[in-house]
């Protein structure tokens, strides 16, 4: 599976640890940053994962920063991306069940590794359902053309 991974300063060695734990499965992941624990803004890098995912269909994304807010509200703002904040497997599995979430958004001041490892397996290893979740993902797409109104 191919993966883009971006973090800010807050959310670096998270984003590190998940990286590698993707690659240990056999995963394509290329990480557009940040690269060290200097302070940057998340946007930048939220936003640079979505439009790469958006351009790929197939690929998915791991945004990190400290809460995980700042980063998926700016991958949301790229029209393609569904990026779903997740504190654990449960809510994991449903971004990809119901919503077709293609982009999966971590706090690394809210969940620990054990907790990470186990939503990013989650989300990577669940499907989208379809059927009456469809409509409600082809509205939401549908806001990407009308920028909201």
């Known amino acids: 599976?191919?993966?883009y991974a971006g973090s800010?300063?807050?959310g670096l060695a998270l984003k590190r640890h998940l990286v590698a734990a993707l690659r240990e499965l056999g995963d394509?992941?290329?990480?557009?940053?940040?690269?060290?624990?200097?302070s940057v803004d998340y946007p930048e890098f939220g936003a640079e994962v979505a439009r790469r995912v958006a351009a790929d269909p197939h690929a998915r994304g791991?945004?990190?920063?400290?809460s995980g807010?700042?980063?998926s509200i700016a991958a949301n703002k790229v029209p393609g991306a569904r990026c779903a904040l997740v504190h654990d497997s449960f809510t994991a599995e449903m971004a990809r069940a119901h919503n077709d979430a293609n982009i999966i958004a971590?706090?690394?001041?809210?969940?620990g590794l054990g907790?990470?490892?186990?939503?990013?397996?989650?989300?990577?290893?669940?499907?989208f359902e379809g059927g009456r979740h469809q409509r409600r993902v082809d509205l939401l797409s549908a806001l990407d053309k009308t920028k909201g109104v």
């Open 1 to 3: 599976m191919k993966w």
């Open 8 to 10: 800010d300063h807050a």
């Open 69 to 71: 807010i700042g980063i």
């Open 106 to 111: 971590l706090g690394s001041r809210v969940v």
């Open 28 to 38: 394509d992941v290329v990480d557009v940053g940040t690269t060290d624990e200097a």
């Open 62 to 66: 791991l945004v990190v920063c400290g």
């Open 115 to 127: 907790v990470a490892e186990h939503a990013l397996s989650t989300f990577r290893n669940s499907a």
